[in-house]
């Protein structure tokens, strides 16, 4: 592969800071139907499905989760080989050992007073924190791309990141409240709001445009303060050998509508069976 100029300066700054804002990466039409999906879902209880979509939530003041959004249309398949970013994280994460898939898909929305508590560090042990580049070759154990569905200003509670921390072994000081009684400092601390911690930036997005950035870094969000409500939707991608979050397997009809290089993606370690038991198409 040639590695053009742009690539070496893009690739500088992720390895760098952790992290990129693609702007205007999806089509203002491709926002629209999203938007028009989300619109057209009635009210539903954490744990109900809207077909092959869970409604799912966290610790409830993130909000609601729509996850295994690959599910919900064409327009949810479209984004996951993207042409704005499949390259690149491809590149960051296959070698000859893994190949693409995805670990997590959702879409979420988010009211007044939700947040994300701070999370993740260089100092986290887990496969998806890795951030490698060794002689010229990338091993990064998950990328997530955060899609802004709506603009994403001050008091909307904008996703925040600790620039470079995928590669400090410090702990931040907002993780370490039980350091001393587990012996281990948090990955995760779900009681702190991101956004006024130490050396926290907010990440402001038009609509349309997308964070991407590796796991590993120190993030989570501010506050939303302003009425409304916050949309994004974030494609975890990672190396196949990592097991997907909620291990979704994908429906016959989803396989069936994917073109052979998503089913890839979706389906990136399909089940090994006996020939007799190979009923469903794409598995």
Known sequence: MIVSEENVTADYLFDLYGYRVLEQAITPSQIQRINEWVDAQPPAAT???LGNVEVQSYQGHDGVNYQNIVEGGAVFEEMIDHPAWIE?????ICNDYHRLSINEAFLNVRGQGGFIGIHSGGHVPGFPCVTRHHTGHWMVGQINILMALTDIG??????TVVPGSHKSFEVHPALRADHDRVGKPQSYNDDVVA??????????????DC??????ICHGSAARTN????????????PHVLMP??????SPELLARLTPARRQIINAAPPRMAPARRAVPGF
């Open 88 to 92: 690149q994280v491809r590149r960051y």
């Open 227 to 238: 009425p409304g409500h916050r949309r994004v939707m974030i494609y975890r991608y990672s």
């Open 195 to 208: 956004g006024q911690q130490l050396g926290m930036n907010e990440v402001y997005l038009k609509a349309g």
């Open 154 to 159: 001050p008091g909307d509670g904008a996703t």
């Open 211 to 216: 964070l991407m950035f590796t796991d590993g």
């Open 245 to 250: 979050r909620y291990n979704y397997i994908p």
């Open 47 to 49: 744990g109900e499905w």
